[in-house]
């Protein structure tokens, strides 16, 4: 449901997109993502159990993604409507500050350079800790390369899941809609594993969030491309192609248009051996590398990162202003 106009919806956005860029998320406020985990731990407490035939697990896992969409969009939906009833500009602070939290542009510098700064002075031991931070590989022994793979892989990653695809939401139906694909990205993050303890269980919430990505994960993959463009030694052209030929290897449908995106344009290569609780996964290797992977490419992807988020910003603007 969209509570303004098509050209308030556009203003929420652009706004929510400077908050973001200008304040993250700020430590001391409460942070409806966090809430949301809180609440998906919840109920897997009470509704996973060992043993659960595949159906009920199934069931179980659907009815897990159900609440936990449904309800968070909702309560967005009613914060907005009771913020709105105050007073109409309340209303709109409300959308915007709930569709910023769905935003992670500036969360996501910060973590990657909290893996830089240690990688570049050498101190092997913090940047490994710090990239367990944003990573579900293991990572006590990998090494620069692979700590800086690591990092540069999430990053490209979460430019769809941390803002194309909740923007997107966004401009569909404001904090609510915005709201439940946060919840579904959640989800998936928590319980959709293909592990034996939640292959069945986190089905649904793999395949929702499959879909919800489908279509910003292939619009993020042109917007990388189109940021290689204007950026020094990168290469559009090699992104464009690297989604052509290697996109389809990744064992997600949506994360290897990014991933080999980044990749092509910047000349390495992502993908190969990564750990989860000591078994090996074995990834497609993406990209034509030109060079080894080193700390500089984190800095790298995060600029491919932000460049995504301008142009956005200043499409959005541009269209506002040509009709307001």
């Given amino acids: 449901m969209i509570f303004h106009s098509w050209r308030e919806t556009v203003l929420i956005a652009l706004l929510a997109i400077a908050v973001d860029w ?48 449904a309800s968070s969009g909702a309560l967005a939906w009613a914060a907005v409507a009771l913020a709105g009833l105050l007073h109409p500009w309340l209303g709109l602070a409300a959308n915007v500050w709930l569709v910023s939290t ?26 490994r800790e710090k990239v367990g931070w944003i990573v579900g590989r293991d990572t006590g022994d990998l090494s620069e390369k692979e700590v800086a793979r690591a990092a540069v892989e999430t990053v490209a990653e979460n430019t769809v899941d941390a803002f194309v695809s909740p923007l997107f939401f966004a401009l569909l139906g404001g904090a609510p809609l915005a709201m439940l694909y946060r919840a579904a990205n959640t989800l998936d993050s928590m319980v959709g594993y293909r592990n034996e303890k939640y292959r069945d269980f986190g089905w649904a919430s793999a395949r ?40 389809k290897l990744h064992p997600s449908p949506n994360s290897g248009i990014p991933e080999s995106a980044v990749a092509g344009a910047l000349g390495i290569e992502l993908g190969g051996t990564n750990r989860y609780g000591g078994v090996v996964s074995e990834r497609a290797r993406m990209g034509w590398p030109t060079r080894e992977l080193r700390a500089d490419d984190i800095v790298s992807a995060v600029g491919m990162l932000y460049g995504v988020s301008y142009w956005i910003a200043g499409g959005l603007l541009c269209g506002l202003l040509a009709v307001w």
């Fill in 22 to 69: 200008l304040v993250g998320d700020p430590a001391r406020l409460p942070h409806p993502v966090v809430g949301i985990g809180k609440l998906i731990s919840f109920l897997e407490k009470r509704l996973l159990r060992n043993g659960l035939p595949s159906a009920a697990a199934r069931l179980r896992g659907t009815a897990l993604t159900l609440t936990v969409t």
């Fill in 102 to 127: 769905t935003f992670a542009v500036k969360g996501l510098k910060q973590a990657a350079y909290r893996v830089y700064n240690p990688l570049v002075k050498g101190d092997l031991a913090e940047a």
């Fill in 208 to 247: 929702l969030d499959d879909v919800l990505n489908w279509i910003p994960a292939r619009l993020t993959g042109w917007l990388l491309a189109l940021t290689a463009a204007v950026r020094k030694g990168a290469s559009a052209s090699a992104s464009l192609r690297a989604i052509r030929r290697f996109a």
